[in-house]
């Protein structure tokens, strides 16, 4: 096996020669897009089971996240490996299922036992394939066709271009269905309630900080006090409540300041700092939240109003508090 010499700069070219090329192969494939995609989008809502994506070798990979990407957006969908359904998984396919099947060339051997099963017992095909009168082509109810672009150079035979058109496809078809079945954001935090992306679409409720946390001090309480509270509890604001327990200002680090900036104003009387009540510091009529509005939203309240803290309130009484950080958190 011969090798070249490193070239950073050739190494470079080569890299975005590939991706050239795989950007033009998908202009081509949004142009070829028509009444057959359409069809398939009709046939995935009208399944009343699930989608089964197959596929062999690199495209049973990108079938697996075919499947992956259906199943959380709203589409009950799973991956069946074409060479384990000839050998008893082709009882997980179900006469109310739809088979999604991949294969650049359409003569994928081990494809051949899911179309025949799907052929005896009526269960409708969706094709992706380049080759329209291939094997898979003419068994399918619905061919959804990739142009015929050859894969990436300099190698031209490893899968590249149909992989990445592959994946493109499943997504716009993924994605298509999604926006005519309504699929709504609380939707999908059902279906990914950990992590980053989950968070942001959380409800308030599901991830403020609880009551028990909460910094909060009464209208009358001294700047000693309330000062304490606001450094111990770790938020750099304290929520302050009347007798009843509402909520009726807050005190912030910015509220601080221009205390300290009013005493050291030149007409200042000279108060004494510690003599000061959170009533007298606080800013009133805060911005509120409700456990039930989503968290994204309040976020992007905060970011507009340049505000890191705000409170989740029941009845005007606090019960949480959502923080800037709080986004960020996974």
Known sequence: MSSNAFDPVKTAAIGREVILQEQKALGELAAMLDGDFSRAVEAVLACRGRIAVTGMGKSGHVA?????TLAST???????????AGHGDLGMVTTRD???ALSNSGETREIFNVLDFASRHGVPVIAVTSRRQSVLGRMAD??????????AKPLACAPTTTTTMSLALGDALAMAVLHVRGFTEEQFHEFHPHGALGRRLALAGEIMAPQDKLPLVGE???FQNFVYVMSSKGFGCTGVVDASGRLVGIVTDGDLRRLMDTLNAKNSKGRDLMSFKACEVM???PLTATESEPASRIFATMHRRKVTCIFIVRDGRPVGLL??????KS
């Open 142 to 151: 619905i061919v959804l066709e990739l142009p015929q672009t050859g894969e």
């Open 323 to 328: 923080h800037v950080h709080d986004e960020e």
């Open 283 to 285: 800013t009133r009529h």
């Open 74 to 84: 709203g589409t009950p969908a799973y991956f069946l490996h074409p060479a384990e």
């Open 64 to 68: 697996r996240k075919i499947a992956a």
């Open 98 to 100: 739809l088979v999604l």
């Open 220 to 222: 009358d309480t001294l």
